[in-house]
C-alpha cells in the first residue's frame, strides 16, 4: 500500500470558521464538551498535528515520539485523508471524550479538548480566539518547522522519543 495522498487542493482551513457567527459566541465556555455539536467539536481542533505524532507507552507512561503518521501533511499539520483516515489506518484514534480522558494521556497538554475538560480555558492563540487558522503555527504550538521524521523511515520509535514543552 504505497498510494499517494493528497489533500484537497481547494481546501483552505480558513474556511472552518466561515458562518462562525451562526454559532453561540464563545460556545466552548458555555457547554460541557459532551454538549457540542458535531460542527463545535470540530472547531475546538487547533490543527496542530501533534494528535498524528506515534507514541509510545513506556512504563504506563507516554512518550512522544518525533515521528509522524504517513498521511499527515507537515507543511499545513493536516491529515491527507482526514475523512477516510480510520479505514486507512489501523490505529489512527477518533478525539472523542473517552480520548480525552483516557489515561495514561496520549493527546498533547496544548489540545483544546484537554483543557476544557480540565476547565482551562482556550490559550489566547487558539484559531477560536483569533478566528484565524494559521494563528497556531505563528505561535509556534503546532508541527510546522519542527524536526520530524515520516513513520515509513522509521524502524525503533525509542530512538525518536522528545520531551517538547507542548507535548
Known amino acids: 500500500m504505497n498510494e499517494e ?18 454559532l453561540e459566541p464563545e ?7 459532551e454538549q457540542l455539536s458535531k460542527r463545535e467539536w470540530e472547531l475546538l481542533c487547533d490543527g496542530c498535528g501533534k494528535c498524528c505524532l506515534n507514541k509510545l ?6 512518550c512522544f515520539t518525533n515521528t509522524y503518521c504517513r498521511f499527515l501533511d507537515t507543511k499545513s499539520c493536516l491529515c ?16 472523542d471524550i473517552h480520548a480525552i480522558r483516557e489515561k ?4 498533547p ?7 476544557l475538560d480540565e476547565g482551562k480555558d482556550l490559550p489566547d492563540w487558539h484559531p477560536l480566539i483569533t478566528k484565524d487558522a494559521s494563528s497556531v503555527h505563528k505561535a ?6 519542527r524536526i520530524l521524521i515520516n513513520e515509513s523511515e522509521v524502524v525503533d520509535y525509542e530512538n525518536y522519543i522528545v520531551k517538547w514543552e507542548d507535548l
Open 5 to 22: 495522498y493528497t489533500i484537497e487542493q481547494d481546501y483552505d482551513p480558513q474556511s472552518r470558521f466561515e458562518n462562525i457567527e451562526d
Open 27 to 33: 460556545f466552548w465556555k458555555k457547554k460541557k464538551l
Open 57 to 62: 507507552e513506556i512504563k504506563g507512561k507516554i
Open 80 to 95: 491527507k485523508i482526514y475523512s477516510h483516515r480510520f479505514q486507512k489506518v489501523n490505529d489512527c484514534r477518533d478525539i
Open 104 to 107: 495514561p494521556r496520549w493527546l
Open 109 to 115: 497538554k496544548t489540545c483544546a479538548y484537554l483543557l
Open 140 to 145: 509556534n504550538v503546532s508541527l510546522q518547522n
